[in-house]
Structure formats: structure tokens, C-alpha cells
């Protein structure tokens, strides 16, 4: 077992993605990892994106996430 700090926008993220209250951040962890077969898959994909384009796309995710809970 390893410890991992997290900021408060990272904790609200992996608390969003949980299933249920039981779901352990490891189990979020590998479960979006492993659906996305691996980080490096999207590199570069919104390369040609503008930071106004990336803060809404941002912005739009992390208000979904908190609908969510």
C-alpha cells in the first residue's frame, strides 16, 4: 500500500467518480485507467485547442462531476 496527496480539486474529482461510498479510490483509479487502456492514448489529442477552448472543456467536466454526486 502506497500514500498519494491529493489537492482538494483532485479528492472532489476521485469522490465524483466513486460508484457507491464503499468504492475505494484505488478501485476509480484503475477502473478509468484501465477503460482508457492508458494515459498516453490521449496525448496531444486537444493539442491545437486554446486555453479559453481547455478552461471551458475544464470548467463544463468538473461542473458534471459535481452534478453527479
Known amino acids: 500500500m502506497k500514500r498519494v496527496t491529493l489537492d482538494e480539486e483532485a479528492y472532489a474529482i476521485l469522490t465524483a467518480l466513486r460508484i457507491d461510498p464503499q468504492d475505494s479510490f484505488s478501485n476509480v483509479v484503475n477502473r478509468h485507467l484501465l477503460r482508457s487502456r492508458s494515459i498516453r492514448i490521449s496525448s496531444g489529442t486537444w493539442s491545437d485547442m486554446t486555453d479559453a477552448e481547455v478552461g ?13 454526486k
Open 56 to 68: 471551458t472543456l475544464r470548467r463544463e467536466t468538473l461542473g458534471a462531476l459535481s452534478r453527479k
